[in-house]
């Protein structure tokens, strides 16, 4: 992560996106944007959804750099990230799985206290 003392290109902008530091590389907007919309592109039943969100995810990020908020490359180095990031997740995806579970029963556990009210939460 890079870190800039200006957001934009110059001192012709807007004032308004400017900040005294920021992260500039890789752009976070775009990586959470981008990284949803892969994970959504790996299901077959949210492929169509994960798709439109990949379009929405690009305009966003072209929408970014046209402001002057980030340079091409900022949308290049979230896109390697949230490829990476996708990438590990599925390799590991048997190891995290039973992980899963676990909090979902610990959770639903938690949800059927509170229904009955035996959970004191005072």
Known sequence: MLFSPETLYGSHRDTTYRACRRVIFP?????????????????????????????LAFTGGLARVYSGLHFPMDMAGSLLVALVSIGILLALKNYLIPINRIFIAYFENIEEKLTKGNLKTS
Do not use: E, P, Q, Y
């Open 27 to 55: 752009s976070d907007h775009a990586t959470i944007m981008i990284s949803v919309s892969l994970m959504l592109l790996t299901f077959k039943d949210f492929r169509r959804s994960g798709a439109v969100f990949f379009i």
